[in-house]
């Protein structure tokens, strides 16, 4: 199993950018999928989750607004576009995948998750 995320870069206080994972080597629609960050000094923490239809959606409170996650089970990846961008949202992006048997579930806690990513950094400059 293999999850690629990409799309992480430099962008300016206020932009957007738009990070992708790509999963190769499972069941893509059998899984739950989330996006966790760390930023440096801090631990991991829980900005979004998709349940395996992609009808369900839950966010951190931080990015709650500002961020918006997607899946395309057709091309197995999950989207993360990322708007209205503010220095504290400059950490390491994962992404991750939690095989669950409910087609609504979200997964929050990142010990649930199966499988990670390799991340992609996103710094924001003021």
């Known amino acids: 199993v293999q999850l690629q995320a990409s799309g992480g870069g430099l962008v300016q206080v206020g932009g957007s950018l738009r990070l992708s994972c790509a999963a190769s080597g499972l069941t893509f629609s059998s899984y739950a999928l989330g996006w966790f960050r760390q930023a440096p000094g801090k631990e991991r923490e829980f900005v979004a989750a998709?349940?395996?239809?992609?009808?369900?959606?839950f966010y951190s409170d931080p990015v709650k607004g500002r961020f918006t996650i997607s899946r395309d089970n057709a091309k197995n990846t999950v989207i993360l576009q990322m708007n209205s961008l503010k220095p504290e949202d400059t950490a390491v992006y994962y992404c991750a995948a939690d095989q669950v048997n409910v087609l609504w579930k979200i997964v929050v806690g990142g010990d649930e998750y199966d499988y990670w990513g390799q991340g992609t950094l996103v710094t924001v400059s003021s």
């Open positions: 998709v349940s395996r239809g992609g009808g369900s959606t």
